[in-house]
């Protein structure tokens, strides 16, 4: 213990190549990686002076995107052109045959996680950051959230500073969460000033309390507010989706100076397809197409161009329903207002593709009683702990129909077949009863289901239950009498499936229905219920009219 | 039979007045609309001067759209403008006190059904076609797949000629093809020269073949040649989605005559917020955004402000693979090339989130075993029939499961506590099972899961199955000896579920992977072969075990 390198500075460098030596002789990359991340810049440029050739390139691999330009800067231009070429062959010439990265990208998600994957193994993580030089910021997003926990760190540190901020913008919550907490609050305020105010509201939302307020404080005063603003509407609203970058004109302006104007600042925000006329107090009047100003004579005055009829978003309306406004009048952006009138922000089409995207997700997944924000890759304590939750509430309707199994022991035991039929009756009501459900949960969503149509829905899908219940039930009744030789279990086993489909389409109707009323998200807990239902009917049907007629 | 109005011309007036007062006396609005709509304009014209002002008016709501305008043009202008307050004055005021419609239509997508199904119900038709002036063509194609299919018919008379077409487009598949289906050619071709040429080729694509030839033959030439060149690219590839009203424009010049060109041009199509650079073999060379003319001085050449590293999208690009590159990229719009590098057309947000909308329906629906382009208020008999194999695939593996459960009759009937506690272990195994599974099918979708990290993914989520496994394995186990007090009977179940839970994640991750591998959508039919599978692994580690321990 006597000549860490931390503890003795007399002789240090020595010890620490001839440590950095071995390590990377052994193919040790992760512990020379943790070694370099104690190091001072200078101190690893005077370590790479001492290696050789091909060791500098293997050390060089464990550097993070942010320290190695400081290395970098520490060594002679002779040796940094050196380390240049030297690098670049070697990650042209990868060892054992793996795709090379020349130049251009292979545009495959599946290859590029490869690449990923085989880099880190090899320890040559430089490739890594070579691939995310030539990749959308959302691609290396993808990337990131493909990978284990701690390889995505390491992932992570290639990402280059400028970057950082909008890979995160497309991280999923919880990972971005996660990477974030990890980074040093330096990194973090340097990343959040690269991020657009809407995204960076999204981030702070994310984050710890603590965090997020000290982020705030680093912002500049004006910037600081226009957050603050922002992030006192709840994220699910118009407020929370807006940005506020929007290009403001007044009316009584002409082309000719509005161009003017546009000119002198040089560049525009992105997806600007609408200017945003206000008044003296600044209160929303219309919306002024660039294509208008595009086509207009200088002379025309801007009152003759904008369209009045536009309506605006209110700030407190629901994220779904903008989505449903921006999709289905095909808008790329739109003005938002607080209760005055007073123009406020906008929001852009690319945010509310994302609203979609979730609102898919939380459909898809919530079925499945999963987070729409959920990593794929958390931990497998935290995973497990959360999918426990879901796996409980269905033991507790798996307790149910087991119970209703067991009003009927004594029948059971005199007519086993039952035993042996008993799962059909049950799984045909659930898969017609998860059809309807699955209907209405749309319907409801997409507003088509209202007061008004539920009850010709009802008689539509008992229509269908009834259909279907017939037929199958003459189906199943021919299989089960060819089985078991018996007509009255076919008998029986029609009748029950016939009652369990009437009731599958009813419940289907009605359960969502009810659930939404009482403010219970159908595609969450719909089928849970649903199919609790349809178990103890079917279950009850069944062997109670075997009760009945066999004993 | 004597004296039908069709048959006899010399004295029909006098008949059919006394008919339709009749019909409109006695509330039969349905008979007195299918008898005007066998007539002339001119004769209805001669008919309502004839009515009382009442009688007049109910007559005019039974009159759809297209015919409207022509009846009144034969009335004298006193008498229209009569007939207009009168009109006016009964919408207003509705009899039973349900919601008027004030000029401001509410925005409640609730309210609005409501108020349709109120107007069909007292035949107020006049109504619904007002209500629809005020609404945006995809909320009114909303409403009428809030609708079964007769009401659906008449409410469809009520959309005024020129907004057919956008309506049309806003519309589910099978509900356009349908209402597609009843309109007369002439209506229809109407109709389609409405239509953005990419919405006319999907409807297009929606109908008869000899049809869609119809509409083709009446376009004119250039506008024929343009839809059959898109029409020969498969409906889900960029081909297919692109328009083709792209701005195009040569490197060579400057930005004042290139404003000039636009502002002789007055408008511009709808998203272009990118012009696209051409060479003189119109080849895509680069793109110039609409923000870069709007900042850039007169002077400035169009080859200083393009931008030549937007990757175009080429033609047999398939849709997922666009609609992923815009969410990633927040592109509004990216132009289309075809193998040789000429630029073909542009595709455009509005259409990328139709995709995406669809992708997710697709995903939901399909779970269900449901086509996304699904009617809600289909015919009974053709749902019926659509649903009943679905119901059919699923008695396949009912029945596989009930085999199993046959082979182990004879443990059955000697341990009947066996039959009412085996749906559990079934249960939990579906339910855990389809969670990894949910989750492998997303990763699958965004392109996350590839060759590299399936077994990492594996691994975790076979962690995750054991925990869960024996956390809920202890559960069950003790609710069971409670329930049966058979301390082996709670050992077998425990262990039971425990493999039933580590099978399930193994085949949550296997089956989707293998299925996406040999070319089957793992959402359509994942979970079918999933719960089979738990389902058999569940019985057969109960039975199997009882079997063994217990006899």
């Known amino acids: ?9 007399s002789e240090p460098v020595a010890t620490e190549v001839d440590q950095l030596r071995e390590m990377l002789s052994r193919d040790q990359s992760k512990r020379a990686r943790r070694l370099l991340k104690t190091m001072h810049p200078a101190k690893i440029a005077s370590l790479l ?41 070697d990650m042209t010439q990868p060892k054992n045959g793996a795709s090379p990265t020349d130049g251009r990208v292979d545009e495959e998600p599946e290859t590029q996680l490869r690449l990923v994957l085989d880099a880190l193994d090899q320890g040559k993580l430089k490739r890594i950051a070579r691939l995310f030089h030539t990749l959308h910021p959302a691609r290396i997003a ?25 890979v995160l913008r497309h991280l999923h919550e919880e990972v971005r969460r996660r990477l974030a907490a990890e980074m040093d609050l330096e990194h973090l305020i340097e990343a959040a000033r690269g991020l657009e105010p809407d995204d960076l509201v999204d981030l702070i939302q994310d984050l710890p309390t603590a965090t997020g307020r000290q982020i705030l404080d680093a912002m500049d005063q004006r910037e600081r507010e226009r957050l603050q603003s922002m992030l006192s509407y709840p994220e699910n609203t118009a407020g929370g989706l807006m ?25 525009l925000p992105p997806n600007t397809d609408k200017l ?20 207009a004579r200088p002379e025309t005055s801007v009152s003759d161009l904008m369209e009045t009829d536009f309506e605006p978003v209110p700030a407190d ?18 003005p938002v207002i607080d209760a005055e009138g007073r123009l406020l922000g906008r929001i852009t089409i690319d945010d509310v593709v994302d609203v979609i995207r979730e609102q898919s997700a939380h459909a898809l997944l919530g079925m499945a009683g999963l987070d729409e924000e959920t990593d794929m890759f958390a931990p497998v304590l935290a995973s497990s702990r959360r999918r426990a939750v879901w796996l409980g509430i269905n033991l507790i309707t798996a307790f149910l129909a087991a119970w209703v199994i067991g009003l009927f022991e004594g029948t059971l035991q005199h007519v086993v077949a039952l035993a042996v039929l008993m799962p059909i009756v049950a799984s045909m009501g659930g898969i017609a009863g998860s059809q309807t459900l699955t209907l209405v949960i749309r319907g409801l969503a997409t507003g088509q289901l209202g007061s008004g149509n539920t009850r010709i829905l009802l008689l539509k899908e008992m229509g269908i239950g009834l259909l279907n219940g017939l037929l199958w039930a003459l189906v199943v009744a021919a299989l089960a009498i060819v089985w078991f030789g018996n007509w009255t279990i076919g008998g029986i086993i029609a009748v029950a499936i016939l009652l369990n489909l009437l009731c599958a389409a009813a419940s289907g109707v009605v359960i969502p229905l009810l659930m939404s009323r009482i403010g219970i998200d159908p595609a969450l807990a719909g089928s849970v219920v649903l199919t609790t239902v349809t178990d103890i009917v079917g279950f009850f049907a069944f062997l109670g009219l075997a009760t009945l007629i066999l004993l």
């Not at 942010?66 to 240049?84: D, I």
Request: no cysteine; net charge neutral; proline share 3%.
């Open 142 to 166: 993808g990337l990131l959230e493909s990978l284990p926990a701690t390889e995505r760190a390491r992932v992570w540190d290639m990402v280059e500073g400028e970057r950082t901020a909008k």
């Open 243 to 267: 940005n506020m970058d929007q290009v403001e004109v007044r009316s009584n302006i002409k082309v000719g100076t509005l161009l003017r104007y546009l000119r002198l600042r040089e560049e």
């Open 49 to 89: 002076e001492r290696l050789t050739p091909q060791q500098r390139v293997d050390a060089l691999h464990q550097l993070d995107a942010r320290t190695e330009p400081k290395v970098l800067s520490y060594l002679s231009t002779a040796l940094r052109t050196q380390l240049a070429y030297d690098l670049d062959a």
């Open 1 to 9: 213990m006597k000549q860490t390198p931390q503890q003795n500075q």
């Open 317 to 334: 309306q629901k994220s779904d329903a903008v989505a449903q406004r921006f999709e289905q009048e095909d808008l790329n952006s739109a």
């Open 276 to 295: 945003f006329v206000i008044d003296r107090k600044h209160r929303y009047q219309g919306i002024l197409r660039t294509e208008r100003v595009l086509t």
